[in-house]
């Protein structure tokens, strides 16, 4: 959708944009063509979208997928979509909250599904940590550029923490490209990026306990300015703590951000005895 079809179908139905919602709606052609082409998407393929908004994404899929599922929470744009997507029987226009949504029941086989949007900003994060639960064959998403930054991350980097090893552990993530403000309307106040995430077949660690590990990441970002063997003596006792960091190899001076996924579920494992 260009941007003066976008205020057409704003003034039409008396529509205002609500910031909290994250409601910047992408009017560049350009960036639409190549989310599309990212996706790579398929007749037989089923598309979750997570916030259609004006439908500018939503019409594209649709035209390539065998069914696209939209989840809208704002009731006013589902009515609108309801309307400008009626000539469209593979859409299916769903008003929910994506982060309260059960995916189950819309979604029988996650592997043939992939999830295409642009996230609203306000709630990006838990709804890529919702995403990559699902067996999703690949998450095509946009994302606030620091989000994207945090989900790249290397061990030591400022962005580096518990979305970077969440999505490290689940999949592979590459940018697909960068969006800057004037691709939207209206125009947010920070750059966009789109990424792509393959889940992984193999996850890159085997922790004996993988949510005891995601725990104690966790636990050591709670407080990034502390080391780890304080922010984890919240936990632990401390004097286990120093020889089970020992026997990690690792420093009790360290910060979490030091440590790699492969440290954490080394250090798991060894809390977890
Ligand atoms: N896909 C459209 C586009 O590219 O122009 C709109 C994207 S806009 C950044 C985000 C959309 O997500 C808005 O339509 C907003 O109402 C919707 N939204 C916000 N929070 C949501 C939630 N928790 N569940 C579902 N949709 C949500």
Known sequence: ??????????????FTAKKRLG??????ERILDKIIKAADIGANDTILEIGPGMGALTRKLAERAGQVLAIEIDGTL??????????????????????????????????????VANLPYCVATPIIMKLLEFNFREIIVMVQKEVAERILASPGEKNYGSLTLAAR????????????????????????AVIRLSPRLEKPVSPKNKDLMFSVIRTAFSTRRKTLLNCLSRRWPKDDL??????????????????????????????KI
Do not use: H
Request: glycine letters at 2%; a negative charge; proline letters at 4%.
């Open 242 to 271: 120093r020889e089970i960091l020992k026997i990690c190899g690792l420093d009790e001076n360290t910060r979490g951000e030091r440590l790699s996924l492969e440290d954490f579920a080394r250090l798991s494992d060894a809390l």
């Open 78 to 115: 589902a009515e609108i979509l309801e309307k400008t997507m009626s000539d469209r029987e593979n859409v299916k226009i769903i008003r929910a909250d994506a982060l309260k949504a059960d995916f189950r029941e819309f979604i029988q086989d996650f592997t043939r599904a992939k999830a």
């Open 23 to 28: 409601q910047n709606f992408l009017v560049d």
């Open 169 to 192: 552990y689940e999949a592979n993530a590459e940018i697909v490209t960068y969006v800057p403000p004037n691709c939207f309307m209206p125009r947010p106040n920070v750059n966009s």
């Open 1 to 14: 959708m260009t941007p003066s079809e976008t205020k057409r179908v704003m003034v039409e139905n008396g």
